[in-house]
T-cell receptor, first 114, second 113 residues
Framework: AQSVAQPEDQVNVAEGNPLTVKCTYS??????LFWYVQYPNRGLQFLLK??????LVKGSYGFEAEFNKSQTSFHLKKPSALVSDSALYFC????????????FGSGTQLTVLP | EAQVTQNPRYLITVTGKKLTVTCSQN?????MSWYRQDPGLGLRQIYY???????DKGDVPEGYKVSRKEKRNFPLILESPSPNQTSLYFC????????????FGQGTRLTVV
């Protein structure tokens, strides 16, 4: 069975500082990894995805994520955080060989302090 | 505008009273699914559909039904809601393929009293 772990329920960072939101995964087969963001009272919005190739993936709003196969991680990063980045972030995985199921982590609440 | 539309956005109902949450997408996506979101648990898949008349159970299907009679619509049915089904529900759609991102509706907050 595939699974995703987001070890931090809450991440606080000062505006202008770099941010990292952690994600590790467990799958059988090749992983397809995604990050989504959820603002209050809204649905999830797609940020970026890793399919294959370059381990550093760039996405929307200046976010990027680094895929590390040996550590089975896919951490979300941004060089300079904005107050408007404050939201709930979800990591998700699909695996080749699975029934196309998208499995989500429990979410990390990011708060960027002015 | 490409979108997934859920209705209603908010619903309060009583135990045992059948209800349906509608979901419609205008992107001609083959794959649709329903999730529930609960604090600390992330999103858990209830049911999914790979195309018209093809549906299957996700991780938490008990107490729910779905149907896919048309490609664009994927309603979620609670035949006899119970308080433990109080949750935030999301419908999502995506194109065929493992590497495709899902598009989500705005969510339906359901309270069963």
């Amino acid at each position: 069975a595939q699974s995703v772990a987001q070890p931090e329920d809450q991440v606080n960072v000062a505006e202008g500082n770099p941010l990292t939101v952690k994600c590790t995964y467990s799958v059988s087969g090749n992983p397809y990894l995604f990050w989504y963001v959820q603002y209050p009272n809204r649905g999830l919005q797609f940020l970026l995805k890793y399919i294959t190739g370059d381990n550093l993936v760039k996405g929307s709003y200046g976010f990027e994520a680094e895929f590390n196969k040996s550590q089975t991680s896919f951490h979300l990063k941004k060089p300079s955080a904005l107050v408007s980045d404050s939201a709930l972030y979800f990591c998700a995985v699909r695996a080749s060989g699975s029934a196309r199921q998208l499995t989500f982590g429990s979410g990390t609440q990011l708060t960027v302090l002015p | 505008e490409a979108q997934v539309t859920q209705n209603p956005r908010y619903l309060i109902t009583v135990t045992g009273k059948k209800l349906t949450v509608t979901c419609s997408q205008n992107m001609n996506h083959e794959y649709m699914s329903w999730y529930r979101q609960d604090p600390g648990l992330g999103l858990r898949q209830i049911y999914y559909s790979m195309n018209v008349e093809v549906t299957d159970k996700g991780d938490v299907p008990e107490g729910y039904k779905v149907s896919r009679k048309e490609k664009r619509n994927f309603p979620l049915i609670l035949e006899s809601p119970s308080p433990n089904q109080t949750s935030l529900y999301f419908c999502a759609s995506s194109m065929e393929g493992l590497n495709t991102e899902a598009f989500f509706g705005q969510g339906t907050r359901l309270t069963v009293v």
